[in-house]
């Protein structure tokens, strides 16, 4: 009779597994974290265990049952649809922290995934992040509208009064050829945000870091745009690109219209319309 062996943990596509260690690897996410679970029923998180992680890389380390899973009882008695009196609601505890991108997450016991049991705290540490100060709208020549980033917002009116700002400003029209033959008007806006460094009772942090300044141009197109227009999903339909400092919007428009698109049917392009 073949022994029942314990399912492999699963952590990534790139695990690799050496006893009770479980390696993995991601460049793209590299939070810090030291956090001790209890694991769970299901097949790819088998068991209590430890996990490390710093730099993109994750250790976790199988060990006995020292924490048990959170467990509450459903009672389904009385209940006509039911077919049984009830089951346990069985979900993993977990001890530690997290911090990634200048968040701090605390897990202090049962990941419920339910705001009224679940365990945990977290916050974004006021020394790591950038406020949004500015929010500024140019016609299409490149003169200044308005701040709309100064309009206190919260209520109905201020929303309105926000769009009429926006409204206001000269727009640059242009128009495309889309993969398909198709000519598409497109209708431009200039617009700016600014960033300081340091929220909170860190404000004062952005006396000694450069502040960060975005200029875009916002597309709206008049029709779906791409190989999924008409689709249940949907083409493109607007979006903002990157300004280059001094460009003017055709200059922009034009240089986007010059690179490759993607949609979920692969690459495609569109083509400036003179």
């Known amino acids: 009779m073949n022994a029942i062996t314990k399912p492999r943990r699963r952590w990534g596509d790139n695990d690799r597994h050496l006893g009770p260690l479980t390696f993995a690897y991601r460049e793209s996410w590299r939070p810090f974290a030291i956090t001790l679970s209890s694991g769970s029923t299901e097949r790819e998180n088998p068991g209590c265990c430890i996990r490390f992680q710093a730099f ?5 380390c199988d060990l006995p049952a020292i924490v048990k899973p959170w467990r509450k009882w459903v ?13 346990w609601d069985e979900h993993p505890r977990e001890y530690g922290f997290c911090l990634n991108d200048g968040h701090l997450s605390v897990k202090l016991g049962a990941q419920t995934h339910d705001s009224s049991t679940t365990q945990d705290w977290g916050c974004f540490l006021p020394w790591t992040q950038w406020r949004h100060v500015a929010h500024r709208i140019y016609n299409a020549d490149g003169t200044f509208v308005a701040d709309v980033a100064e309009v206190k917002l919260g209520e109905r009116l201020k929303w309105d009064e926000r769009a009429k700002i926006i409204e206001r400003a000269t727009t640059a029209s242009f128009a495309i050829i889309d993969s398909d033959g198709e000519r598409i008007a497109v209708k431009t806006r200039i617009e700016e945000r600014e960033w300081w460094f340091g929220t909170g009772w860190c404000r004062w942090l952005a006396y000694f870091r450069p502040r960060k300044i975005r200029r875009s141009l916002d597309l709206d197109f008049a029709s779906e745009v791409g190989p999924e227009k008409g689709s249940w999903k949907g083409g493109m339909t607007g979006h903002s690109i990157e300004m280059l400092p001094n460009e003017t919007p055709e200059q922009a428009f034009r240089r986007y219209c010059e690179k490759d698109h993607r949609s979920k049917h692969g690459r495609f392009r569109i083509s400036f319309a003179e």
């Open 56 to 60: 993109g890389a994750t250790m976790i």
């Open 75 to 87: 009672d389904l008695s009385g209940k006509e649809w039911a077919k049984s009196g009830g089951y």
